[in-house]
């Protein structure tokens, strides 16, 4: 069976975002040219930011999709990470509250795109 390895966020500037990400997420882009950034995510999964400048596709209609970081550690590990971003100025989409899946909450990177933050569904 084939699975999803690449998952491909439209943003900008890509090494704005390559910044922003890797500030956000503890790690550097392995791979960064004036268009595209690769952040290797293990098993051989990738985030990939892609310039928008130049490109075909219509991104106009704006996010349509989250990127998720499932923690460990339940609420407290979730406020933690919160906490942290907004130090870091992270714009906050929505507030940390409880879910139907635990505690969670929104942030927005610099292009608007959606990061979720939400426990390990174990």
Known sequence: MRLPNQFLVYVSDAASAATFYGELFGMQAEMLSSRYAIFDLGGGVVLALWGRKGRTADTSTGPTFEVGLLVDGGSPKIL???????????????????????????????DGNRLRVAPVDH
């Open 80 to 110: 933690e990470i919160y906490d942290e971003w907004v130090d870091k100025g992270v714009e906050i989409l929505e507030e940390p509250s409880e879910g139907v899946f635990g505690m969670t909450f929104v942030a927005a990177d610099l």
